[in-house]
Structures are given as structure tokens and as C-alpha cells.
């Protein structure tokens, strides 16, 4: 296992979320450097873990342990694999939802505008949709459409309308030339902080982050058992609003459902009603935990 792939956030939180059973099957749809999993390998006894990633890179990193079955396919695949491997119902599920170090660490994979690179973004590096054909691509309105929805940018529509006019000169290709493109409209005093939010706009998009989720959580509420465990960490209010009306009111919109005794319609019990987040000792561990949200709910 890589030990500078990942440092898994709020590690001792989310392991005692799944409130792990010896024998239980578990799934860490998000295996990664592998952190959350030797964590959760370590409580089991004649129990299971599927991890599941499909990224190439995280298979470096797989356990050597008879107690894993290692996945190299995306979540949305959750219920499919779990059949293929026999277990209809598992006892937990943990999902980090953050995009690991490795990915921002390494220029070619086109994540970071810290680094020169291509842009690629690809979590899945045999998918045919990268940040570049999104850039390159995509017509004006539905940049726009991006930047504002899963970017929250301000000036959206400005944004899309540059990389518009300098792409009919040249392709925009690499981190750089993108990043040199938006020089123009980067606030002086918060220009990571917008990059940052073009960079995640074009991730979301490249790799359907949103609507994966959607897929994985209705998935979820299929396989857990009674008592079952959902422990989810987010990173972005997108991604942390979702989970939360799931688990709360069985509805991403956050719309409530009642039978007709008023009680609300959801097949979860909220453990911890707000958000867990960490401690500032961690963050000043690991700085990238800062904005992480863990959010923990039971099947009903």
C-alpha cells in the first residue's frame, strides 16, 4: 500500500460508524490508497470487505489479505458486483467522496492547476470524456451551465464566453494554458479559490459525479441490511446536500415524503444529526481534510 496515496480523513470517526461486526460483510466503495479498508480489515474476523475503485492506480495499493475482494470498477457498479460475488445484503457501506493526493500530486492526470499538465481529470483513465473535450467541446451555453451548477461561480457566464474566444485561436490542451486563458477574471486576493472551483466544475462533469452518487445511494438502501450501516464523507455542498436529504428524508431534492401518520418516509436513521468534521489537529496534518463532512445513518 502507497502510504503517500491518500491520508485517509476522518479515519477513527468513520471506522467506528459502521459500527463493524467480526463476522459482517462490508463494502469501501471508495478504496483509494487502501487507508479506510486496512482500518475496517483490521476489525473483521470471518468477515468480508469488497473494496471497489476504478481507478488503475489504486490497484498498486490492494491489501494482501484473504478477508478483500478488490473491485476495479466504478460504485455505480455496487449492486451488480455484490450479486456476482454472491452477497445480496452487506452490513455497512463506507464512501469517501474526496478526490485522493495522488490524483492532485500528479501533473499528468490533469486534477490540479498547481501543475502543468494535460487536461485530463479522468478518474476512470480508459473513459472517453476528459476536461479537454469539455473545454474544447462543449458550446458556450452549456459551459455556463457547468461553471454555475457544479462550480456555484459567480461570474459563470464570463468564464465560459473566454474559453470560447481562445479556443477558436488555439485548442486549450494543458492546465497552463487554461489556467493563462482565465488570467483575466482571477480575483487578485482569491485565485485559487476560483481555479479551484473551474477545476471542480469540469471534474464533476468529466466524471458524473453527481448522478453517480444519486445511483450509488438508491443503490445502498437496496443492499443494506436491517441495522446496516451508511457512512458517507463529502467535500463540497453538492455532493454533502445529497447525502443529507437521503438520509434524512429518503429524497435528494429534499423533499419530505409522510405516511399518514406524518412520520417522515425514509429508510435511514440519522445517527449523528449534524455533520461530523475534523479536528483541527487533523487538519493541520492533513490540510486537504478541511472541508470534509462525515455523515453516518442506519437502514431502518
Known amino acids: 500500500m502507497e502510504k503517500n496515496y491518500h491520508i485517509p480523513v476522518l479515519l477513527n470517526q468513520s471506522i467506528d460508524g459502521l459500527d463493524i461486526k467480526p463476522d ?109 473535450n469539455v473545454v474544447n467541446e462543449y458550446d458556450e451555453a452549456r459551459l455556463v451551465e457547468i461553471f454555475s451548477r457544479y462550480g456555484e461561480i459567480s461570474n459563470s457566464r464570463r468564464t465560459a464566453a473566454v474559453i470560447v474566444e481562445a479556443r477558436q485561436k488555439e485548442k486549450i490542451n494543458t492546465t497552463s494554458q487554461l489556467c493563462k486563458v482565465l488570467e483575466p477574471l482571477v480575483p487578485q486576493k482569491a485565485a485559487s479559490k476560483y481555479l479551484a472551483k473551474v477545476f471542480q466544475a469540469l471534474r464533476i462533469e468529466v466524471n458524473q459525479e453527481l448522478e453517480v452518487l444519486k445511483t450509488f445511494l438508491t443503490d445502498v438502501a437496496d443492499v443494506l441490511k436491517p441495522g446496516g450501516r451508511l457512512v458517507v464523507i463529502s467535500y463540497h455542498s453538492l455532493e454533502d446536500r445529497l447525502v443529507k436529504n437521503f438520509m434524512a428524508k429518503g429524497d435528494f431534492s429534499g423533499d419530505v415524503e409522510k405516511d399518514f401518520y406524518g412520520n417522515v418516509q425514509s429508510e435511514f436513521r440519522l445517527i449523528n444529526r449534524k455533520a461530523i468534521i475534523p479536528s483541527d489537529e487533523e487538519i493541520a496534518i492533513n490540510p486537504r481534510a478541511r472541508s470534509a463532512k462525515l455523515r453516518i445513518a442506519e437502514k431502518v
Open 24 to 132: 459482517g460483510i462490508y463494502v469501501d466503495v471508495t478504496y483509494g490508497g487502501g487507508g479506510h479498508s486496512a482500518k475496517i480489515i483490521e476489525s473483521l474476523g470471518a468477515g468480508k470487505l469488497i473494496g471497489f475503485d476504478q481507478d488503475v492506480d489504486a490497484s498498486y495499493n490492494i491489501i494482501n489479505s484473504d478477508k478483500l475482494i478488490f473491485v476495479q470498477h466504478n460504485f455505480s457498479f455496487l449492486k451488480n458486483f455484490l450479486k456476482y460475488y454472491g452477497y445480496e445484503k452487506v452490513d455497512g457501506v463506507l464512501a469517501d467522496l474526496g478526490v485522493s493526493s495522488h490524483h492532485f500530486d500528479v501533473a499528468e492526470r490533469g486534477f490540479s492547476f498547481r501543475f502543468d499538465g494535460m487536461l485530463d481529470m479522468r478518474m476512470n483513465q480508459t473513459a472517453t470524456l476528459s476536461a479537454r
